[in-house]
């Protein structure tokens, strides 16, 4: 199985910040990698798929890049309603896996 | 609009089979691809697999001696049975489209809790 690893496991920051989060997997995944948004209590929410296009309805101060085992995912100006926990998701390879999860407070 | 509504037990006991329905609303559900995933503190998130109403099936091997996913096309409905259980399947249980060309799961279930206890 490939393995998805964030980091950081938590971050916190403030209302306007840029933060970015970093997802490497165990082997290459060309550009399959996805990212997630979860609030508690809530499932998940599709923010990026293929590593930098944007899910419509996503807004623009999220973005991503990367390619092979090196991802990340960046949101440039944080508000209030980014505080979730973000999860990282490949689906190059069976069983598609996800990372553990980095908790963003603001 | 989409809309997907897992159901079944909150409670299963050791040993037996967990069964759930996710029911699809607003899409045929030979549209698209259907994914079940779960999640526990544990084990974080985990996809279990996904089908294509035609019969196509890709399981995760860790679950797939014991998983069967299903459709039910009448009922516009996605099933999942998992046997054997054990404490370890205990988690919230979420169904989920897959987009192909994209890979990503872009309409979600808000997820059911299923516990596995005596």
């Known amino acids: 199985d490939i393995q998805m690893t964030q980091s950081p496991s938590s971050v916190s920051a403030s209302v306007g910040d840029r933060v970015t989060i970093t997802c490497r997997a165990s082997?290459?995944?060309?550009?399959?990698l996805a990212w997630y948004r979860q609030k508690p209590g809530k499932a998940p929410e599709l923010l990026i798929y293929?590593?930098?296009t944007l899910q419509r309805g996503v807004p623009l101060r999220f973005s991503g890049s990367g390619s092979g085992t090196e991802f990340s995912l960046t949101i440039s100006s944080l508000q209030p309603e980014d505080s979730a926990t973000y999860y990282c998701h490949q689906t190059d390879n069976y069983p598609y896996t996800f990372g553990q999860g980095t908790k963003l407070e603001i | 609009q989409e809309q997907l509504q897992e159901s079944g037990p909150g409670l299963v006991k050791p040993s037996d089979t967990l069964s759930l329905t996710c029911t699809i609303s607003g899409v045929s559900i030979t549209s698209s691809y259907w994914t079940w995933i779960r999640q526990s503190p544990g084990r974080g998130l985990e996809w279990i697999g996904f089908i294509f109403y035609g019969g196509f099936t890709i399981y995760n091997p860790s679950l797939k001696s014991r998983v069967t996913i299903s459709v039910d096309t009448a009922k516009n409905q996605l099933s999942l049975k998992v046997n054997s259980v054990t404490a370890a399947d205990t988690a919230v249980y979420y169904c989920?489209?897959?987009?192909?060309?994209?890979?990503?799961?872009?309409?979600w279930g808000q997820g059911t809790v299923v516990t596995v206890s005596s």
């Open positions: 293929k590593t930098s």
């Open positions: 082997q290459d995944i060309h550009f399959w």
């Open positions: 989920a489209r897959r987009v192909e060309a994209t890979e990503g799961l872009d309409v």
